[in-house]
């Protein structure tokens, strides 16, 4: 499965973007799907997750972002409100094989990944 990111742009703190992440190839609606981020310097960084209706998010999160899917689209959708400049990162989304049904919160568990998109926070 090839997936697409998209969604990514410059906002100012307190702001909302909603990136989304369209597969290709064949549908993933039974892949365990995420999104990661990454900052120049750091090590790649669980955002959000999906399995079914199970949700999973990152510690820093703090409610502010909610992961959903669109089966009709084949796409996973990550909503972001109340942005602050420690949120800009390069965002990618990732799909696990389709025999495993866990969230995995570490990046080397996924065999699938879009090429990412920038979003940037403007204080």
């Known amino acids: 499965v090839q997936l697409q990111a998209s969604g990514g742009g410059l906002v100012q703190a307190g702001g909302s973007l909603r990136l989304s992440c369209a597969a290709s190839?064949?549908?993933?609606?039974?892949?365990?799907v995420a999104w990661f981020r990454q900052s120049p310097g750091k090590e790649r960084e669980f955002v959000a997750g999906?399995?079914?209706?199970?949700?999973a998010y990152g510690d820093f999160v703090k409610a502010r972002f909610t992961i959903s899917r669109d089966g009709a689209k084949n796409s996973v959708d990550l909503h972001m409100s109340s942005l602050e400049p420690e949120d800009t990162a390069v965002y990618y989304c990732a799909a696990r094989s389709p025999a495993i049904t866990v969230i995995s919160r570490s990046a080397r568990g996924y065999a699938y990944w879009g090429q990412g998109t920038q979003v940037t926070v403007s204080s």
């Open positions: 190839g064949r549908t993933f609606s039974n892949n365990v």
């Open positions: 999906m399995s079914g209706r199970s949700t």
